[in-house]
């Protein structure tokens, strides 16, 4: 039996789901689907693989209509996420004629003028959209449903401001849905401020701490590549993803994997759009099973039965840490998250440990030899950092990382747009 039959679902979109074999509603589409319906505005948590793209894009996509401009904006942090959610949104939506387009940039702007003259529902990147707006390419005026995914991310980005400008282009007639693993105070007063009445859903918890073991070794920098090529070696027929800090530091330890007999990719926003989408293919696909990523090229991407997550680099938060080793112990499999500390990382690391409750265990280092590493060609730092708010840089374009490679120019009002932030203060 279809238990969506009953969260209230057209019949049309109950065939879809049927003939795609879901039956069975998560807990986030449980909660959600009814409230999205019911036009309710609602505040959203879940974790990555919960199903929360159909949660809010079923009774989207029921209530959107073909042939009257575009009524549905999804805004997401980055290029990847905005493609997988038009991607499935796509799949839920054949046979009802909606036309989905997404937006983002490093890619030219004629053909999105061209896509969004005749589009019903929009997927974005805050800064692409602006640039829409701006050259007047969009109009956001009959939006009735708007949704905000990964918000958190977005705030880490820097794109906090942008998103409120986008918001206010929209029509205050309008359901809004939010969805954010956190909810720091930027993000609770800007629910507060642009949403009416929101009711709070959450799916719990997805990663089952049973079933994932958490382990460090202290390390010394110098040995750190020695020491995860031994460890990845060992586990040859593991579903890896390896979390680095920076770009640099990504593309080098993916070099050196190779040189050392590891097939490892590269992912992050230094890179062209069709080199990400060829480097997620081929991890999807199995054609390599070493992903070597930062936190926003791979923060919302679904990718399931990963076995082990390495944190090369501590990261600088512990949300950030709940997010990566969130990608493992899924779905009843164990998993396994492995964390590389060095000097100049206890201190976040035990900040982490605090915060967290953790149980990690110490593991005693193993022993293995002690590899070369390679440097990269060209081995230049990049103009902007991972973190852009950390850097300072938060003009559109090429300097944000939801559209990696945008205009690359950064006009004096956008320069300034962030004056009056604190991360503006403390790292100008």
């Not at 948590?45 to 793209?53: E, I, L, Q, R, V």
């Not at 973190?387 to 300072?392: E, F, K, L, Q």
């Not at 120019?409 to 604190?422: H, L, M, T, V």
Request: aromatic share 6%.
């Amino acid at each position: 039996m279809n238990k969506f039959k009953e969260l209230g679902l057209s019949e049309g979109m109950l065939n879809i789901l049927g003939s795609l074999n879901f039956n069975e509603p998560t807990d986030i589409q449980i909660e959600t689907i009814p409230l999205v319906l019911q036009g309710k505005d609602i505040i959203g948590s879940s974790a990555t693989g919960s199903g929360k793209t159909l949660a809010f894009g079923a009774g989207l996509i029921d209530m959107t209509k073909r042939g009257e401009g575009i009524q549905t904006l999804i805004l997401t942090p980055t290029r990847e996420l905005a493609e997988q959610v038009a991607s499935t949104l796509r799949i839920f939506s054949r046979n009802t004629g909606l036309r989905i387009r997404q937006i983002y940039g490093g890619v030219s702007m004629s053909p999105q003028i061209n896509d969004l003259k005749n589009a019903e529902i929009v997927v974005g990147t805050p800064g692409r959209l602006l640039d829409h707006l701006e050259r007047r390419t969009l109009n956001l005026s009959k939006i009735k449903y708007l949704v905000l995914d990964e918000a958190d991310r977005m705030l880490d980005m820097g794109f906090i401001r942008d998103v409120e400008r986008i918001i206010r282009s929209c029509s205050n007639n309008r359901q809004t849905l939010l969805f954010s693993a956190t909810m720091p105070k930027e993000i609770s007063y800007m629910a507060q401020k642009y949403m009416k009445n929101p009711i709070h859903v959450s799916s719990g918890e997805n990663v089952d701490p049973s079933k994932l073991y958490q382990i460090y070794y202290d390390v010394s920098k110098d040995m750190k590549f020695s020491l995860i090529a031994f460890l990845l070696k060992r586990e040859k027929n593991g579903i890896v993803m390896v979390f680095c800090n920076t770009r640099k530091i990504t593309d080098k330890l993916a070099k050196n994997l190779g040189t050392n007999g590891l097939h490892a990719l590269a992912i992050h926003g230094g890179l062209s759009q069709n080199k990400r989408s060829s480097v997620l293919q081929a991890f999807h696909s199995r054609e390599t099973l070493i992903l070597v990523c930062t936190d926003v090229a791979a923060r919302g991407l679904d990718i399931k039965d990963v076995s082990h997550v390495y944190n090369y680099d501590i990261p600088k938060t512990s949300s950030d840490y709940i997010h990566r080793i969130g990608r493992t112990a899924r779905a009843g499999k164990n998993g396994i998250a492995v964390s590389f500390v060095s000097s100049g990382d206890h201190g976040e690391f035990n900040q982490i440990l605090k915060q967290m409750k953790l149980n990690i265990e110490k593991q005693n280092l193993p022993k293995f030899d002690i590899l070369k590493v390679s440097s990269l060609e060209n081995d230049k730092p990049f103009r902007n950092k991972e973190n852009n708010r950390r850097s300072g840089r938060n003009s559109r374009g090429n300097r944000r990382q939801g559209d990696f490679k945008g205009r690359g120019r950064g006009r004096k009002e956008n320069r300034g747009r962030f004056r009056g932030s604190s991360n503006y203060r403390k790292h100008r």
